[in-house]
C-alpha cells in the first residue's frame, strides 16, 4: 500500500520541477525583454540628446554667422558714410578753388574790357557822338531793341565825318560785306519818305540838299525793303535799303558824356 504514494510523490514532484522551469523560463523572457526595453528607451535617449546637441551646435554658429555678416555689414556702412564725407569735402574744397579762380579771372576780365572801353578800342567817337559796334547778328527790330536796352539808339549817321568814322570802325572790325544795320526806317511804305527813329529826323534822299549816302538806284524798296543798312565794298560804303529779318551786325549810338558814364 505503499508504493502507490510514492508514485504520486514523484509524479507532483516533476509537475513542481516543470512548473518552476517554465516559470524560470518566463521571467527570464521577461527579464531579457526588460532589459531590451530598456536598452532600446536608452538608446532614444541618448538619440534625443545628440540631435539636441547638433541643434545647439547649428544654433549658435547661425548665430556667430548672423553676427559677423551684421558686423559686416555695419563696417560697409560706416566705410560709405567715411568715404562719402572725404569725397564730398574735396569736391567742396574744389569748388570753392574754382568758384574763387572763376572770379579772380571775371575780374581781370572786366578790367580789360574797362582798360579797352575806357581807350575807345571798343567805341568810336566824333565831336559828341559815339558809336558801339556790336559784333553779334540781329535782325532790324532786335538790334534796336538791344540798343535801347543799354541806354542807347541805333546809329544815325548825318554828317561825313561820322560815315569816315564808321567806314574806318568797319575796316578795323573785320566784318563781312553784309555791313551792319543804321536806325532809319521807310517812313508808311513810301520808298522815298525815310526817317531816323530815335530823333525822328528825316533822311534826305539822293539829289536832295543836306548829307545822305546812299548808294546809286538807292533806295528801290525791291522785295519789301524797308530797313537801312551800310555796307562796305571795294573800298567804299554806301546805304542801302534792305529786308528787316535779315540778320546782321549793327552798331549802337550814344552822346560821348553817357559813352564815358557806361565807362
Known amino acids: 500500500m505503499e508504493e502507490p504514494n510514492t508514485k504520486v510523490t514523484t509524479s507532483q514532484n516533476f509537475q513542481i520541477q516543470e512548473k518552476r522551469k517554465r516559470i524560470g523560463s518566463a521571467v527570464d523572457k521577461r527579464s531579457i525583454s526588460q532589459k531590451s526595453s530598456t536598452s532600446e528607451h536608452l538608446d532614444n535617449l541618448n538619440k534625443e540628446v545628440q540631435t539636441d546637441d547638433r541643434v545647439f551646435l547649428k544654433t549658435k554658429k547661425g548665430k556667430i554667422c ?4 551684421l558686423g559686416i555689414l555695419l563696417c ?12 564730398n569735402r574735396q569736391c567742396e ?6 568758384s574763387k ?11 580789360k574790357e574797362m582798360e579797352n572801353w575806357l581807350a575807345f578800342e571798343s567805341i568810336k567817337c566824333v565831336a559828341d557822338v559815339c558809336y558801339f559796334f556790336e559784333e553779334d547778328k540781329a535782325t532790324w527790330n532786335e538790334a534796336g531793341a ?20 564808321l567806314f574806318k570802325f568797319y575796316s578795323e572790325q573785320n566784318v563781312q560785306q553784309d555791313g551792319f544795320w543804321l536806325g532809319g526806317k521807310e517812313e508808311k ?7 531816323w527813329q530815335k530823333s525822328g529826323e528825316t533822311i534826305n534822299m539822293r539829289g536832295q540838299g543836306g548829307y545822305q549816302n546812299w548808294s546809286i538806284g538807292e ?11 551800310i555796307y562796305f565794298r571795294k573800298g567804299t560804303n554806301g546805304w542801302n535799303d534792305w529786308k528787316c529779318d535779315n540778320k546782321i551786325p549793327y552798331v549802337c549810338q550814344s552822346s560821348k558824356k553817357d559813352a564815358t558814364d557806361f565807362a
Request: hydrophobic share 35%; aromatic share 8%; net charge neutral.
Open 189 to 195: 511804305g513810301d520808298k522815298d519818305k525815310w526817317v
Open 93 to 98: 574744397k574744389e569748388k570753392s578753388q574754382m
Open 146 to 165: 538791344r540798343c535801347k536796352n543799354d541806354g542807347k539808339f541805333l546809329a544815325e549817321i548825318k554828317t561825313s565825318a561820322q560815315s569816315d568814322l
Open 219 to 229: 533806295p528801290n524798296n525791291d522785295f519789301n525793303e524797308n530797313c537801312l543798312h
Open 76 to 87: 560697409g556702412i560706416i566705410a560709405g558714410i567715411i568715404i562719402w564725407y572725404l569725397l
Open 66 to 69: 548672423l553676427g559677423i555678416l
Open 101 to 111: 579762380e572763376h572770379q579772380i579771372i571775371t575780374i581781370d576780365k572786366c578790367r
